[in-house]
T-cell receptor, first 113, second 113 residues
Framework: DQQVKQNSPSLSVQEGRISILNCDYTNSMFDYFLWYKKYPAEGPTFLIS?????DKNEDGRFTVFLNKSAKHLSLHIVPSQPGDSAVYFCAANGKTGANNLFFGTGTRLTVIP | SQTIHQWPATLVQPVGSPLSLECTVEGTSNPNLYWYRQAAGRGLQLLFY??????ISSEVPQNLSASRPQDRQFILSSKKLLLSDSGFYLC????????????FGQGTRLTVV
């Protein structure tokens, strides 16, 4: 049962434009959400996070928005750069087991120069 | 600062052979440790987690096992590999409490032939 879903497996964006990656979750008990970036043959690296008490968190070119009522979060990258091309995973804090994170299936972002 | 080491980076093993992947963490004590597998269409699947020495929990039934012989060492094993065990395996650590990010190793690409 996939509790965190990324319904778009891929996204292509022109350099300089905005990239919007979406993520939906089903468990209303999730209280902390993260975005990771992953290059091929490497481990994921942490990008940005947001607590459920907020609806927006910004860090440079990256902004995460959380809509709790819709159980939806999104990552905005603006302006997009070719180096942003990677697979992006969203994750949610499960508060079960050992502080486990539940990951989505990933979205492959390609930024076209 | 904390670092996580995972090895080997790549591994080609015949069907029926044993497996041992090792992960060590430096710069922190009593971390929560995790083994994930990245599979196509399923994102990052949590395989095992550990909250302390000798404490292992399994998230999915499978041909693999995990052990934590020391506080900062986590080992993924198999007695007899199957073709379906091929994949990209990731070790991660996270603080035991609160909302923090997880840190990943570089991953091991396992190919069972």
């Amino acid at each position: 049962d996939q509790q965190v879903k990324q319904n778009s497996p891929s996204l292509s964006v022109q350099e300089g434009r905005i990239s919007i990656l979406n993520c939906d979750y089903t468990n209303s008990m999730f209280d902390y959400f993260l975005w990771y970036k992953k290059y091929p043959a490497e481990g994921p690296t942490f990008l940005i996070s947001i607590s459920s008490i907020k609806d927006k968190n910004e860090d440079g070119r990256f902004t995460v928005f959380l809509n709790k009522s819709a159980k939806h979060l999104s990552l905005h990258i603006v302006p997009s750069q070719p180096g942003d091309s990677a697979v992006y995973f969203c994750a949610a804090n499960g508060k079960t087991g050992a502080n486990n994170l539940f990951f989505g299936t990933g979205t492959r972002l390609t930024v076209i120069p | 600062s904390q670092t996580i080491h995972q090895w080997p980076a790549t591994l080609v093993q015949p069907v029926g052979s044993p497996l041992s992947l090792e992960c060590t963490v430096e710069g922190t004590s009593n971390p929560n440790l995790y083994w994930y597998r990245q599979a196509a269409g399923r994102g990052l699947q949590l395989l095992f987690y550990s909250v302390g020495i000798g404490q292992i929990s399994s998230e999915v039934p499978q041909n693999l096992s995990a052990s934590r012989p020391q506080d900062r060492q986590f080992i993924l094993s198999s007695k007899k590999l199957l073709l379906s065990d091929s994949g990209f395996y990731l070790c991660a650590w996270r603080g035991g409490f609160g909302n923090t990010e997880a840190f990943f190793g570089q991953g091991t690409r396992l190919t069972v032939v």
